[in-house]
């Protein structure tokens, strides 16, 4: 706004200027405009194919699953006489074994296996090399594979543990391991260099510097690495049937003895029977391991955002 | 680069009248001889031989590239994380190679501190910051006290006193870098390493850095980087000059040690034409 005092000329001059800077500002081409509605409208249209086939999957497991969606779904063990009543109880609790197996075990394996490679392995030396080529290659090798690996080394072979849930929380441990460590790799390398030479040229040693500036830095991106490697893990199903998941475990699971099943597995050997009932029951199955993925998730991401907050 | 004529008047009288004998009557702290980094087989700085004395402030001036950086990084053994760099020659402190074979860099480190070009507090508290030292160092006496000693000699105590537990990185860039001298003055140096401490800082937070640095060599031998000449006339006592040699085929350049005098002498009087041309500002 122009004062009160100042000159109609002058006035008119500041408006004219105005308008110009406005025209240099908002002139962009015809060809430019389209090129980038026909990009934003690409970008929008791969979104919505990815959240399409997910809407699909939650909208049908709900419509089929809904006349299951009652408290014996989680309370009832699993039968193959009455599906009326039947349920998952045992499956979550072997998934839910399974899993906590395998943050226990990749936690510390692949936030070490990350610390050495970023902190302390010399990319010179040929062994550190091949050691990073084969963790790239490992990340990308079928599921089924480590199966057979579980059952010759972990079920039979050296550790002979049987057919148990710490064999399959050490078999899919080792499926998601690859992912833990690269993208710890990932959270450690963009800790700013300033930080750790502030600390060294305090008299702080390496392991300091890493313990106490680096890792609590890093903690949500590993925590990110983390959430990935578990919803990866939960769905698997393909290895953990090599290595025993039994599909009718009516008893309780434990970690070092006796059968066990795990959510996928019993989905799976529900859908695949001929009656309706059990389609039913296999869909209200879908709907509970999304809610317990759904649940894992949501804590991961709390306890992200915790550490965010506390810098 | 454009800088003004320095007027030698103002020199004269900022200059803290140490003569050089008086200087070198005092403790050499570092006694540099012979010394050349090279990374990855080219070097960067050649030939250098100087001597730093206690409780003096001593600057390295020079265009940029000429090494100026990379020979401050050896008196604390900095250049050791860069897995590339090659240091030779000797740098003894107090008489002992720094580079010794059963020398300790985590040892060097701790007496010989570090101030670097951009203020980098931890992610941490105000108190966490400067308790970061003492802490790894399982150093003895009450933490609170010695944080608080270490904020009052960095001119912080009074901006921060009230607000200890909030976020370092809250504090302007100015309050950062004075928490960076804080930080290692808490765990008692014996040298402070300064790289162009004030190159990312405004006027009135470079006048506040430059005014501790004077009061900070009562106690502590400060050697600093700057590529500020107005800076290294107003808080040096001695100056040394670094310069690039060009190879005669253009493809290596590599710094030398051109002058090294009081800083009087270099900025009025200089013995070679290549700082006389840098100082009044031919050079660029």
Redesign the interface.
């Known amino acids: 706004m122009a004062d009160e005092g100042t000159p109609r000329s002058a006035q008119l001059a500041v408006a004219g200027a105005r308008s110009a800077t406005r025209d240099a500002l908002t002139a962009s081409s015809h060809q430019d405009r389209v090129t980038g509605a026909v990009f934003f409208a690409l970008l929008l249209l791969g979104l919505g194919t990815a959240l399409l086939g997910l809407v699909t999957i939650l909208i049908w497991s709900f419509v089929e699953g809904a006349p299951r969606l009652d408290a014996e779904l989680i309370t009832n063990g699993p039968s193959t006489l009455s599906p009326e009543t039947a349920g998952f109880r045992t499956a979550i609790l072997g998934s839910i074994y399974v899993i906590l197996g395998v943050i226990v075990l990749i936690v510390p394996l692949g936030v070490g296996a990350a610390i050495y490679l970023e902190e302390y392995a010399d990319p010179e030396r040929w062994w550190n090399r091949v050691i990073e080529l084969n963790i790239q290659n490992l990340a990308g090798v079928p599921s089924i594979v480590y199966g057979i690996l579980g059952l010759a080394f972990i079920v039979r072979g050296p550790l002979d543990l049987g057919f148990v849930v710490a064999a399959a929380s050490l078999t899919v441990a080792l499926l998601v391991l690859p992912t833990v460590i690269i993208a710890s790799r990932e959270a450690i390398r963009a800790v700013p260099r300033s930080i750790r030479e502030g600390a060294l040229a305090l008299g702080a040693t390496e392991w300091q510097t890493t313990s106490r500036q680096v890792l609590p830095i890093a903690v949500p991106g590993i925590l990110t690495g983390v959430i990935l490697a578990v919803a990866r893990a939960i769905g698997e199903a393909a290895p953990l049937l090599l290595v025993g998941a039994v599909t009718f475990a009516t008893f309780n699971p434990s970690l070092f003895e006796g059968g066990y099943s795990t959510l996928p597995v019993l989905i799976y050997n529900y859908a695949s029977r001929p009656q309706e009932e059990f389609r039913v029951l296999a869909a209200a199955g879908v709907i509970v391991m999304l809610v317990l993925l759904l649940a894992m998730n949501s804590f991961a991401v709390w306890l992200r955002n915790r550490y965010e907050q506390n810098w | 680069m454009q800088t003004p004529q320095i007027d030698s008047a103002r020199i004269a009288e900022t200059s803290h009248g140490l003569e050089r004998s008086e200087i070198e009557r005092r403790e050499k702290v570092f006694t540099v001889s012979d010394l050349a980094v090279h990374y990855g087989g080219m070097p960067a700085i050649e030939e250098v031989t100087l001597d730093v004395h206690r409780n003096t402030v001593t600057a390295f001036i020079g265009p940029s590239g000429c090494g100026k950086s990379t020979f401050i990084r050896c008196f604390?053994r900095?250049n050791d994380?860069i897995?590339a760099a090659k240091v030779s020659g000797t740098v003894l402190y107090h008489g002992a190679d720094l580079y010794g074979r059963d020398v300790d860099p985590?040892?060097v480190?701790?007496?010989i501190?570090?101030v670097?070009q951009?203020p980098?507090?931890?992610?941490?508290s105000i108190y966490d910051n400067v308790a970061?030292?003492p802490r790894?160092?399982s150093m003895k006496g009450s933490l609170d006290e010695r944080v608080e000693g270490a904020l009052r000699h960095a001119a912080l105590w009074e901006e921060v006193k009230d607000r200890l537990k909030d976020?370092a990185?809250g504090l302007s860039g100015g309050q950062q870098q004075r928490l960076?001298i804080a930080?290692?003055l808490a765990?008692e140096p014996d040298v402070i390493l300064m790289d162009e401490p004030a190159s990312a800082l405004d006027p009135i937070s470079t006048t506040r850095i430059e005014d501790l640095m004077h009061g900070l060599k009562r106690e502590y031998t400060i050697v600093i980087v700057t590529h500020n000449m107005q800076q290294a006339a107003r808080v040096a006592d001695m100056t040394a000059f670094f310069s690039v040699v060009v190879a005669e085929d253009g493809s290596a350049r590599r710094g030398v040690l051109v002058e090294y005098d009081t800083t009087a002498k270099i900025f009025t009087t200089p013995s070679d034409k290549r700082t006389e041309d840098y100082v009044t500002g031919r050079f660029g």
Do not use: D, H
């Not at chain 2, 980098?120 to 941490?124: A, E, I, L, V």
């Open positions: 604390n900095m994380l897995p985590v040892e480190r701790r007496r501190g570090m670097f951009k980098n507090p931890f992610p941490k970061f030292g790894v160092l976020s990185l960076c930080r290692c765990v």
